[in-house]
């Protein structure tokens, strides 16, 4: 018994549907994932800057404020340089949330790489392993797989970045309040 144009046309089909279906299946997590990570690659953006932010540029509006809370004629070189440690603060929380995003983006790209190998890896099942499209399926999934990889260390980096300048932040704040603290002292002493 051999099958009609039509017959074969709804076996086809059927295998594609079953196909799209499992590779679906299987990359929907890592897609969901990744859009995850770009999510949380702006709230943590926004959340470390927020604060460190608060910390450092309030510190340097208030330092008239407490110069003349204690009554201290501190001299200028001493509020320059507590101003300065303030200032260098805010910029350390700019390179920690730019180092927060590519850490972030990173790990998404990463994750659009492994679902491109998902796919491949879907594909070339399709063919006989000795098949040249079964080949260049696997290699393609191969190279994703690294790709990720290389997309994962690279967020590592920036990861720790990024931490980095977040210490450098609150060490400037610290800093910032030890100067002034120090330059108040004197002056009262």
């Known amino acids: 018994m051999t099958e009609t144009p039509e017959e074969l046309r709804q076996r086809v089909q ?3 549907n079953a196909f799209f279906e499992e590779v ?3 990359i929907k997590p890592l897609r969901d994932r990744s859009l995850e990570y770009e999510k949380l690659a702006i709230s943590y953006s926004e959340k470390g800057f927020q604060t460190l932010t608060y910390l450092n540029g ?6 008239p404020a407490a110069l003349s809370f204690f009554k201290a004629e501190v001299p200028g070189a001493s509020v320059m340089w507590t101003a300065a440690a303030f200032i260098l603060g805010l910029l350390f929380v700019v390179a920690a949330q730019g180092a927060a995003f590519f850490t972030m983006a990173r790990r998404a790209e990463a994750n ?3 679902m491109n190998a998902q796919f491949n890896r879907m594909a070339a099942l399709r063919y006989p392993p000795e098949h040249d499209d079964h080949k260049a399926r696997w290699a393609s999934s191969t190279s994703d797989d690294n790709r990720a990889n290389k997309k994962l260390g690279h967020s590592d980096v920036w990861r720790i970045v990024g931490l980095t300048f977040f210490v450098c932040a609150l060490l400037a704040f610290i800093g910032g309040c030890l100067l002034g603290a120090l ?3 004197a002056v009262k002493g």
Do not use: H
């Not at 309030?58 to 330092?63: D, M, Q, R």
């Open 14 to 16: 059927q295998l594609d």
């Open 58 to 63: 309030g510190a340097l509006v208030a330092i």
């Open 24 to 26: 679906e299946r299987r």
């Open 183 to 185: 330059a108040v002292l």
């Open 112 to 114: 659009s790489f492994l």
